[in-house]
């Protein structure tokens, strides 16, 4: 796929690997279209740099685990571009959830956001691609769903159903969509992690060192620019740490 003018929508691209991704995309001449569902400000910061390097990008809201948000979004993006060419699946929560004191509330947050809002998405645009007869989908999924973190079960289960999910949707969306995950390791280290335990996440991963938005963001443009060939595949973005 030749990336100049198509549409590509990024879930949660306000920030960190969305806000890469959409920079990226942006530079090779998509029509960027920037998601938020509460982070007006942040939203509209990135979409003025996203602006900078290529064309002026569409911001969208919407709770992404509500059925009506994304035909919402839908209607939005056909409204001023006509067509969908990208859906790239990244919006995420992710905070511990230790098991014994991990709550239903808890579980459903996670399944509603990480997993709901990825059928979701990818139902509602999904149609749109099969009806114009070419499209593309990357669900960025987690190394958690094969390593499972007992203090994380939730959030690792969530994004194991997108694995699956991914691998269901690049049959029954073939021949005119693929869809592929992307599953990233250890990137962008979440506030809570201390430099000890930074540095044992960097002793175990082969390439010694932790992963960066932008290494995630080039997969995920891999996937739109390169072979058209491949579809319902996982890979994963971690220095090599799943090999331990």
Known sequence: MDLKNKVVLITGSAIRV????AMLVAS???????HYRSNKEQAE???AEVAEIGSTPLVVQGDISRAEAWQKMRDVILTEFGRIDVLVNNAAIFYKTPFLQSS???WDDFMNVNLKGVYLGCRTMGEVMV???SGKIVN??????ERVWPSYIPYCVSKAGVIALTRGLSKALAPQVTVNAVCPGTVLLADEY??????MLIDKT????????????????FLLEGSDFITGATINVDGGRSLN
């Open 18 to 21: 969305g806000k890469a991704t």
């Open 28 to 34: 090779r001449g998509a029509r960027v279209v920037i």
């Open 45 to 47: 910061a990135t979409a």
């Open 104 to 106: 239903e509330a808890e």
């Open 131 to 133: 009806k114009q007869g």
């Open 140 to 145: 960025i999924a987690d190394v958690a769903a």
């Open 194 to 199: 201390d430099a000890e335990e930074e540095q």
């Open 206 to 221: 082969p390439l010694q060192r932790v992963g960066t938005a932008e290494d995630i963001a080039k997969t995920v443009t």
